[in-house]
């Protein structure tokens, strides 16, 4: 089945450490994308990618890095700069320039230890 | 810009009542507006989107939502909840000029189901 995977489930990060979150995908999309989801406050877009090699920037990208190598995969490195990073990260992709719905994976929750 | 405003952080029904979760839209161009569901520590499932077309949209699991451009809403309704609908609920927007780019999103509801 097609669908998004993303890895580890849990991570924990030490302070100073920079911590990677997988995602890869096998639906043929084009664009892929990271969310931030904190309680109550939705999910905001950090960074996205329409095409390997080139991605943009979303409202919170501060402190975040990503790289887009291949189509199928969209890592997500969240750095030491990153000073709240304790949230839950949601990976998501879709057709480019289509009325086609995001497909999200399970989500990373990501704490400081 | 684009902007999603949901009413209403936390619903609570009984089982069998209507359920009813607001949403209402800022957009200066056609949108594309969708809603999903979250279950606790998983990611978003579609559960029904309007792009063009008949402006009432049916879903999964027996939700349905109508677009109202005068009003700016897209308003989610079910006619009798289910234990099971217990979840978190999103409603989102992209302007159908932009569509395949990010979405945005309104805060979210809680919707709570007692026996």
């Known amino acids: 089945d097609g669908g998004i995977t993303q890895s580890p489930k849990y991570l924990f990060r030490k302070e100073g450490q920079n911590v990677t979150l997988s995602c890869e995908q096998n639906l043929n999309h084009d664009a892929m994308y990271w969310y931030r989801q904190d309680p109550g406050q939705g999910l905001r877009l950090i960074y996205y990618s329409q095409i390997v090699n080139d991605f943009q920037k979303g409202d919170i990208a501060e402190g975040y890095s990503v790289s887009r190598e291949k189509k199928e995969s969209f890592p997500l490195t969240v750095t030491s700069a990153q000073k709240n990073p304790t949230a839950f990260y949601l990976c998501?992709?879709?057709?480019?320039?289509?009325?086609?719905?995001?497909?999200f994976g399970d989500g990373t929750r990501l704490s400081i230890l | 810009a684009q902007s999603v405003t949901q009413l209403g952080s936390h619903v609570s029904v009984s089982e069998g009542a209507l359920v009813l979760l607001r949403c209402n839209y800022s957009?200066?161009?056609?949108?594309?507006l969708f809603w999903y569901v979250q279950y606790p520590n998983q990611g978003l499932q579609l559960l029904l989107k309007y792009t063009t077309g008949a402006t009432l949209v049916k879903g999964i699991n027996g939700f349905e939502a109508e677009f109202k451009k005068s009003e700016t809403s897209f308003h989610l309704t079910k006619p009798s909840a289910h234990m099971s609908d217990a979840a978190e609920y999103f409603c989102?927007?992209?302007?159908?000029?932009?569509?395949?780019?990010?979405?945005?999103f309104g805060k979210g509801t809680t919707l709570s189901v007692s026996s």
């Open positions: 957009s200066s161009v056609p949108p594309y």
């Open positions: 989102a927007v992209t302007p159908a000029n932009q569509a395949g780019t990010a979405l945005i």
């Open positions: 998501a992709s879709s057709i480019v320039y289509s009325n086609q719905p995001q497909h």
